[in-house]
C-alpha cells in the first residue's frame, strides 16, 4: 500500500487520502442541493399550482423559450387536480436537479480558473445564501439561467488553454468553444430577459482582450518601426472571445421573447443584520484581493485568462442584483456574490496563516532545529 508522505513521516495511505479527498468534494457539491432539499416538503405554493396547471390544455406562452421547453419536458399535464401536488413535487425534483448540475459547473470552472480549495469555499457560498436556501426547491425560470450561466463560464474558462494549444492543432477547437459559450450565455439572458446583462461576459472578456492585443501589438511595431505587424498573434489572442461575444449577441436576439416577470424570492443576503454585515465584509474582501493580482497579470500576460474570466463573470452577475427590489429572485446573482465571498474568506484564511505560522518554511526550520 502506497503511503502518502506526511509531516514527520506520519502518512496516511494515499488511497485513503484520495477517497478522502473524493468524499469531500462530493459533499461540498450536494451541500447546496441537500440545503434547498430541505425544504421539499413545504406546502405548494401559488405560482407553483399555476406552473404545472398551465402544461397541457393551456398554453404556456407567457414563460420564456428555454424555461418553457424544459417545463413541457420535465412535468406531463395534469388533467385532475388530484395530481397537483404530485407534480409539484416532481417540479421540485427538477430544479433540484437543474442546482446539481449547477453545483457541479460551479465547482468545475473554479477549480480550472483557481483551485479546488476556492471551488469548496464557492459550492459552500452557493449553499448558504438566502436565495438558494429559500427557492432552490423552486421549479422557476432563474434555475435554469443559473444553470445556463454556469455552463457558459464552465466552458468559456477553458478558452485559454484552447488558445495557446491552437498553434499546434488548429483554431477548430478554440472556435467550437467560444461559440458553445456564447451560446449558453445567450439561454441564459433568453431565461431571464429582464436580468439581460449576463450577455455582458463574453462582451467585456472580449473588449478587455482586445486592449490587451493590441498593447502588445503597437509594441511590436513601433519596436520594428511598423516592418513587422503581429496580424496572426493578435487574430488568435482576441478572436475567440470576439466570436463568443457575437454569438451571445446575435443568439439573444433570436431567442428573446418578451419580458415574462421576475419570481419572488428571497436576497442575497440574511436578514439578520451581523449576518448581512459578514456577507458585505467578505464580498468587499474578495474584491480587493482578488482585483490587483488580477491587474498584474493582465498588465503582464499576452492572454485573457481563466481567472480573469471567472473575475469578470461573478462580477456581471452580482450585478444583476442592482436592478432587482426586495423579495424579488436574486438566484441568478448568488454565485457571482458567492465567489467573491469565498475569495474574501481565502484572503483571511491566508492573512491568519501568516500571522500564526509565518511565512514558509519558517516553521519547517524551526522543527529541524
Same mark, same amino acid.
Given at each position: 500500500?502506497?503511503?502518502?508522505? +506526511? ?13 478522502? +479527498? ?11 442541493v ?35 421547453s424544459f ?7 395534469? &388533467? *385532475? ?16 436537479g ?87 450565455y445567450a ?12 450577455f ?55 431567442f ?5 416577470p421576475?419570481?419572488? @424570492? ?7 443584520f ?53 423579495? &424579488? ?16 474568506? @481565502? ?5 491568519? +496563516?501568516r ?13 529541524? *532545529?
Amino acid at each position: 500500500m502506497t503511503r502518502a508522505v +506526511g509531516p514527520r513521516g506520519y502518512g496516511l495511505p494515499a488511497d485513503v487520502v484520495g477517497f478522502a +479527498g473524493l468524499a469531500a468534494v462530493l459533499l461540498v457539491i450536494l451541500l447546496p442541493v441537500l440545503v434547498a432539499g430541505a425544504s421539499i416538503d413545504r406546502p405548494a405554493t401559488e405560482s407553483e399550482r399555476a406552473l404545472v396547471s398551465s402544461i397541457g390544455e393551456q398554453p404556456t406562452e407567457g414563460l420564456p423559450g428555454p424555461f418553457r421547453s424544459f417545463v413541457e419536458l420535465w412535468l406531463d399535464p395534469v &388533467d *385532475d387536480l388530484s395530481k397537483v401536488e404530485g407534480a409539484v413535487t416532481r417540479s421540485r425534483f427538477g430544479a433540484l436537479g437543474l442546482l446539481l448540475v449547477t453545483s457541479i459547473l460551479t465547482f468545475a470552472s473554479t477549480a480550472q480558473a483557481l483551485s479546488r480549495g476556492f471551488a469548496a469555499l464557492a459550492c459552500l457560498a452557493l449553499a448558504l445564501s438566502p436565495a438558494i436556501q429559500v427557492e432552490g426547491a423552486t421549479l422557476r425560470p432563474e434555475a435554469l439561467a443559473l444553470l445556463f450561466a454556469q455552463l457558459g463560464c464552465a466552458v468559456l474558462v477553458s478558452l485559454p488553454a484552447q488558445q495557446r494549444a491552437s498553434r499546434q492543432r488548429g483554431p477548430l477547437g478554440a472556435v467550437l468553444t467560444a461559440i458553445s459559450a456564447g451560446a449558453c450565455y445567450a439561454l441564459c439572458v433568453a431565461s431571464v430577459p429582464r436580468q439581460a446583462v449576463s450577455f455582458g461576459v463574453p462582451v467585456t472578456c472580449a473588449l478587455f482582450a482586445v486592449l490587451r492585443a493590441s498593447r502588445g501589438f503597437l509594441r511590436t511595431a513601433t519596436r520594428t518601426r511598423f516592418r513587422v505587424l503581429p496580424f496572426r498573434s493578435f487574430r488568435r489572442r482576441t478572436g475567440p472571445l470576439a466570436l463568443a461575444a457575437v454569438t451571445t449577441l446575435v443568439a439573444a436576439l433570436g431567442f428573446l421573447r418578451g419580458e415574462p416577470p421576475i419570481s419572488r @424570492g428571497a436576497g442575497l443576503f440574511p436578514s439578520y443584520f451581523a449576518l448581512e454585515f459578514l456577507g458585505r465584509a467578505l464580498l468587499f474582501v474578495g474584491l480587493l484581493g482578488w482585483l490587483p493580482g488580477l491587474l498584474r497579470q493582465w498588465l503582464r500576460s499576452s492572454y485573457f485568462s481563466a481567472a480573469h474570466i471567472l473575475f469578470v463573470h461573478s462580477a456581471i452577475l452580482a450585478a444583476t442584483s442592482w436592478s432587482l427590489q426586495d423579495g &424579488d429572485d436574486h438566484s441568478l446573482a448568488a454565485p457571482g456574490v458567492g465567489m467573491f465571498s469565498a475569495y474574501g474568506v @481565502g484572503v483571511l484564511i491566508y492573512l491568519i +496563516g501568516r500571522t500564526t505560522i509565518g511565512r514558509p518554511g519558517e516553521s519547517i526550520a524551526a522543527d529541524s *532545529d
